[in-house]
């Protein structure tokens, strides 16, 4: 199946919403205005490659862009850092670029039409709202890489959740702290107290960790199993429902992409 | 300054200066001086335990009240430049990582140590080559402040910038000129402050 026909599936089932996350998530497909003339000479191949959706779907009927904003928004409303999706950010980006080369080839060939080119600027301008959401989910789970890295290189599960370009910039920036740290104030301590490991009782440690206490919106996606509250009590959500718990509480069902984090 | 101060006194002055930075949102001058009084605080500290530590027993009380002491001004020292370097980094990411541009402003600049003069470029050289990883499609260093609605922009130019290359070819930004542009040509020259969206 290819994303033209994925287009066709979406807008007979009547999917598009008028709100943004609506538009967005019918978006990537409507980019593919591919037959719009034929490619003069022998540039890029119009017809993007046919994509075996079934590696990339894990619930039918989800398009990669939907997947992508169901991760976006989890990885902006999650206080801890989720497991990297490189294959669906290769994916896209692939696709977007394919589409820039289309667009380019279109943009410059003189028999393209005024309607066409009405076309392709709102081709344009999804690609760039998509590129936003790539960008955003990218810098988000920098901003959270930043502030856990000292964390991040003492934790192997959660280096393993990273990106390799990610796993180096924490280790780099753990790195830069160190010494930044230590040039304003350990260096001048007396060396009984120039450790950065200090496990002094009754003080918080003195690495920055995910608070997975922190309570999140949560939805869930279908009927989940039971999950047990602070306070010993069950709570069993069904399809649709949305509860306000802590993040440690449903962290697996996150995980198992059973709900997904509003 | 009255020489009857509690320990950890300087410390909770320290704190305080963060705390004020984050409720007015403005990164402070950087207090050499209060740092070090603290530093010096700790040496006298060190000294003043080392006698009792060498005592045989259980742990003088006094020895106590000093690590204590020593404990938490270090903390405080800790968190002072941790939350300074929390809001160097937010100040980088403002402005779309151009480090010259926060470098130059004098003003900026004169409330900088040097060690974090050094901490920002190293951060720049590490952010630099994670960048490096994404392809040009993709510019990780664009605002995400607001999704675009257009490509284009209508921009009026708030300080000269000189030639810039965009989609209608080279154009010359000078102060006070409107342009109908490419979003994604000039959007780090909105974010850096020299244009502005009409």
């Known amino acids: 199946m290819n994303w033209d026909e994925e287009y066709d599936l979406i807008a007979a089932k009547g999917a598009a919403a008028n709100h943004f996350i609506g538009r967005a998530r019918n978006a990537l497909p409507d980019d593919d205005d591919f037959e719009i003339s034929p490619l003069p000479g022998p540039g890029p191949s119009a017809q993007p490659a046919a994509v075996p959706l079934g590696l990339l779907l894990p619930t039918e009927d989800e398009t990669p862009l939907q997947q992508l904003i169901r991760h976006w928004t989890n990885e902006r409303n999650c206080p801890d850092i989720l497991p990297a999706q490189e294959e669906l950010l290769v994916t896209i980006l692939d696709h977007i670029r394919r589409q820039s080369q289309t667009v380019q080839l279109l943009r410059e060939d003189a028999s393209t039409s005024e309607d066409e080119h009405v076309r392709i600027m709102l081709a344009q301008t999804e690609m760039e709202r998509v590129k936003f959401i790539v960008r955003s989910y990218i810098r988000t789970r920098h901003y959270k890489i930043d502030r856990y890295a000292r964390f991040i290189t003492t934790n192997a599960e959660l280096q393993r959740r990273l990106t390799g370009g990610e796993r180096e910039h924490a280790s780099r920036y753990a790195n830069i702290l160190d010494r930044h740290l230590f040039k304003c104030v350990l260096q001048s301590l007396p060396p009984a107290q120039a450790h950065l490991d200090d496990t002094a009782a009754f003080v918080p440690s003195m690495i920055t960790q995910p608070d997975k206490t922190r309570p999140v919106f949560v939805h869930a996606l279908q009927d989940c199993p039971r999950v047990r509250l602070p306070d010993g009590t069950a709570l069993e959500m069904r399809k649709g429902h949305i509860s306000l718990v802590p993040y440690h509480v449903i962290e697996n069902l996150v995980a198992r992409g059973e709900v997904e984090l509003v | 300054m009255s020489e009857t101060r509690q320990y950890g006194e300087l410390a909770t002055q320290l704190v305080l200066e ?36 060498l005592l045989d027993g259980p742990p003088a009380p006094a020895l106590i009240v000093i690590e204590t002491a020593i404990n938490r001004n270090k903390r405080c020292l800790l968190a002072y430049h941790t939350h300074r370097t929390d809001r160097l980094r937010d100040m980088y990411w403002a402005v779309g990582g151009a480090l010259p541009h926060i470098l130059s402003n004098q003003e900026l600049r004169g409330r900088l140590s040097p060690h974090e003069v050094d901490f920002l470029r190293e951060y720049h050289a590490s952010i630099m080559d994670f960048r490096s990883d994404f392809s040009d499609e993709l510019d990780i260093m664009a605002s995400i402040t607001q999704p675009p609605k257009d490509l284009h922009a209508l921009v009026q130019v708030v300080r000269d910038c000189g030639w810039i290359q965009t989609e209608l070819g080279n154009i010359n930004f000078r102060k006070g000129e409107r342009f109908m542009v490419r979003r994604a040509d000039i959007e780090h020259l909105i974010v850096q402050g020299y244009l502005e969206e009409v």
């Open chain 2, 18 to 53: 963060s705390r004020r930075s984050t409720q007015t949102d403005i990164l402070l001058k950087y207090n050499d001086a209060l740092v070090r009084s603290i530093i010096r605080e700790q040496r006298d500290l060190e000294k003043a335990a080392e006698p009792l530590a």
